[in-house]
């Protein structure tokens, strides 16, 4: 099957592409991509709202979904729909084999072994996972988690929770001015008491990209186990698990193409082999008896207790499919060409401040204006068309230490256009007056 978008003829581009020449060493196949073509194929943004078109720059809060993911999940009701294996009849192989099936995908997607991978509600629940089942068996008063300060809340919540019942302390790492971490501090930090490293691959607010493989390799160097929340990594760049070295590396399906409800935690083999189940009941089990001696499954169905999203994992297979073909060296490309697009335009906005200026960050901008506030404005961009999202992006401390109540964010992914980011700078442009 040919990728999506993908023509061997040549390059197509939506009107007002910018395309740019491979360079030396570059892969030259985003070059074959028709970028439009791609976009039709996602139905939600073709509509309009409030009768203008849509501008959806809200993808880091969840992407939009391609026709062949939303055909995947109504296929499987249609004529695939039974739990998975609790039943020898063929509707029950049928749902097993896709089930299972998308796991596979998932693990090759990240290279990673398909029994290493734990099927999760998404990334929340893959952080609370080894929360539960690894550090609050493990960690004990005078041990220390290590955070940093740009950490969505549920790279957060979950270690103080654990901190609470077991008398660790929290620790957290600064940032530079530019919004990257500060690394001699983070090194600094990775004393002896600290057993456990959290860190976001990529920040919601910041768009930095943490250079996590040398983080996780000093903190392996010294003992430490490291948890990377992979949430706005996968679904703009290309991922491999074994190449960065970490111990637990979480994901979700909803920012990647994939329906809600969709996730998954890798971890090392070790580690799924020594944690104790976290939730109990069906599947998760070989053999229950009253009597106590009851026998858990093997990782990873040791931890996917009860019916799982069946049909959303359904879904999340088609979404890796989709993001394969596309490759995602194509995907980060076209990402990081539509963000020098917009940055170049948010530079000639009077009193326009950007938050998060780190090299080879990703398409994430969050942004202000001088004198208006930031749900006022995202509220007037709506009238416009234009979906932003406004707040403290479940990033409080972040936003303290950048010494705003809240912003704006604009969030790209590879199905937005040229001719769009045009369009919200002119909304933007007109709203701003309004609201001067």
Same mark, same amino acid.
């Given at each position: 099957?040919? !990728?999506?978008?993908?023509?061997?003829?040549?390059?197509?581009?939506?009107?007002?592409?910018?395309?740019?020449?491979?360079?030396?060493?570059?892969?030259?196949?985003?070059?074959?991509?028709? #970028?439009?073509?791609?976009?039709?194929?996602?139905?939600?943004?073709?509509? &309009?709202?409030?009768?203008?078109?849509?501008?959806?720059?809200?993808?880091?809060?969840?992407?939009? &979904?391609?026709?062949?993911?939303?055909?995947?999940?109504? @296929?499987?009701?249609?004529?695939?729909?039974?739990?998975?294996?609790?039943?020898?009849?063929?509707?029950?192989?049928?749902?097993?084999?896709?089930?299972?099936?998308?796991?596979?995908?998932?693990?090759?997607?990240?290279?990673?072994?398909?029994?290493?991978?734990?099927?999760?509600s998404g990334t929340t629940f893959a952080i609370?996972?080894?929360?539960?089942?690894?550090?609050?068996?493990?960690?004990? !008063?005078?041990?220390?988690?290590?955070?940093?300060?740009m950490e969505h809340h549920a790279n957060i919540?979950?270690?103080?929770?654990?901190?609470?019942?077991?008398?660790?302390?929290?620790?957290?790492?600064?940032?530079?001015?530019?919004?990257?971490? @500060?690394?001699?501090?983070?090194?600094?930090?990775?004393?002896?008491?600290?057993?456990?490293? =959290?860190?976001?691959?990529?920040?919601?607010?910041?768009?930095?990209?943490?250079?996590?493989?040398?983080?996780?390799?000093?903190?392996?160097?010294?003992?430490?186990?490291?948890?990377? @929340?992979?949430?706005? =990594?996968?679904?703009?760049r290309p991922v491999d698990v074994a190449a960065?070295?970490?111990?637990?590396?979480?994901?979700?399906?909803?920012?990647?193409?994939?329906?809600?409800?969709?996730?998954?935690? #890798?971890?090392?083999?070790?580690?799924?082999?020594?944690?104790?189940?976290?939730?109990?009941?069906?599947?998760?089990?070989?053999?229950?008896?009253?009597?106590?001696?009851?026998?858990?499954?093997?990782?990873?169905?040791?931890?996917?207790?009860?019916?799982?999203?069946?049909?959303?994992?359904?879904?999340?297979?088609?979404?890796?499919?989709?993001?394969?073909?596309?490759?995602?060296?194509?995907?980060?490309?076209?990402?990081?060409?539509?963000?020098?697009?917009?940055?170049?335009?948010? =530079?000639?906005?009077?009193?326009?401040?950007?938050?998060?200026? !780190?090299?080879? &960050?990703?398409?994430?901008?969050?942004?202000?204006?001088?004198?208006?506030?930031?749900?006022?404005?995202?509220?007037?961009?709506?009238?416009?068309?234009?979906?932003?999202?406004?707040?403290?992006?479940?990033?409080?401390?972040?936003?303290?230490?950048?010494?705003?109540?809240?912003?704006?964010?604009?969030?790209?992914?590879?199905?937005?256009?040229?001719?769009?980011?045009?369009?919200?700078?002119?909304?933007?442009? &007109?709203?701003?007056?309004?609201?001067?």
């Amino acid at each position: 099957m040919s !990728a999506p978008g993908q023509h061997a003829g040549g390059a197509g581009t939506s009107a007002g592409a910018r395309p740019t020449a491979a360079g030396p060493g570059e892969d030259a196949r985003a070059a074959t991509i028709d #970028w439009a073509a791609v976009r039709a194929d996602f139905p939600l943004l073709q509509r &309009k709202v409030h009768g203008k078109p849509l501008v959806y720059f809200d993808s880091a809060n969840t992407s939009q &979904k391609p026709a062949t993911v939303i055909e995947a999940v109504d @296929d499987f009701y249609r004529r695939h729909n039974a739990n998975v294996s609790r039943a020898v009849h063929q509707l029950g192989s049928e749902a097993t084999e896709a089930y299972e099936g998308a796991r596979g995908r998932l693990a090759r997607f990240i290279n990673a072994r398909p029994d290493d991978l734990v099927l999760t509600s998404g990334t929340t629940f893959a952080i609370n996972l080894v929360a539960y089942s690894w550090a609050l068996p493990r960690l004990k !008063a005078g041990d220390a988690i290590l955070l940093t300060r740009m950490e969505h809340h549920a790279n957060i919540v979950p270690w103080q929770l654990v901190a609470e019942r077991t008398g660790a302390r929290i620790d957290v790492v600064d940032l530079l001015p530019d919004g990257s971490l @500060d690394i001699d501090m983070l090194h600094a930090k990775m004393t002896g008491a600290v057993k456990l490293l =959290a860190v976001g691959h990529v920040s919601n607010v910041l768009g930095t990209v943490n250079p996590v493989a040398d983080i996780c390799r000093e903190a392996r160097r010294r003992g430490i186990t490291t948890v990377v @929340d992979g949430s706005q =990594a996968l679904p703009h760049r290309p991922v491999d698990v074994a190449a960065i070295g970490c111990d637990f590396y979480a994901l979700t399906g909803h920012k990647m193409c994939a329906p809600t409800g969709t996730g998954a935690l #890798w971890a090392r083999r070790e580690h799924l082999e020594a944690m104790p189940p976290f939730i109990g009941g069906g599947e998760m089990i070989k053999e229950v008896r009253l009597d106590g001696g009851t026998v858990f499954n093997d990782p990873p169905r040791k931890f996917e207790a009860g019916t799982p999203n069946i049909a959303g994992f359904v879904g999340m297979g088609a979404a890796v499919d989709y993001l394969s073909a596309l490759d995602m060296h194509n995907v980060e490309a076209r990402e990081q060409e539509l963000l020098a697009h917009l940055v170049e335009e948010f =530079a000639k906005i009077e009193g326009l401040r950007i938050f998060g200026t !780190a090299p080879g &960050k990703a398409a994430v901008v969050s942004f202000a204006i001088e004198g208006v506030h930031s749900h006022d404005l995202a509220t007037l961009l709506d009238l416009e068309g234009m979906a932003v999202r406004s707040g403290q992006h479940c990033a409080h401390p972040l936003l303290q230490w950048l010494g705003v109540s809240a912003t704006c964010r604009a969030s790209l992914a590879f199905y937005n256009t040229h001719d769009e980011i045009e369009a919200f700078i002119a909304a933007l442009r &007109k709203v701003r007056t309004l609201l001067a």
